[in-house]
């Protein structure tokens, strides 16, 4: 499940939870290492996605 899944032309879903924190860490190509971005970054790159609840 890619992170960013808009440049993999993949509908997103993103939880508001999500939306509320500061920051962001992705997988960078592998289980080593981390991408870092603030969310407000994070969303201007996935510009059509959902934002919508999908867990309690």
């Known amino acids: 499940m890619p992170a960013l899944g808009e440049s993999y032309g993949l509908d997103m879903?993103?939880?508001p939870l999500l939306t509320?924190?500061?920051d962001i860490y992705l997988e960078a190509g592998n289980h080593n290492n981390l991408l870092h971005?603030?969310?407000p970054q994070y969303?201007?790159?996935v510009p059509?996605?959902?934002v919508v609840?999908?867990?309690d």
């Open 13 to 15: 879903v993103i939880d």
């Open 20 to 22: 509320r924190q500061k």
């Open 37 to 39: 971005m603030s969310v």
């Open 43 to 45: 969303l201007k790159m």
């Open 48 to 50: 059509h996605a959902q």
């Open 53 to 55: 609840e999908v867990s």
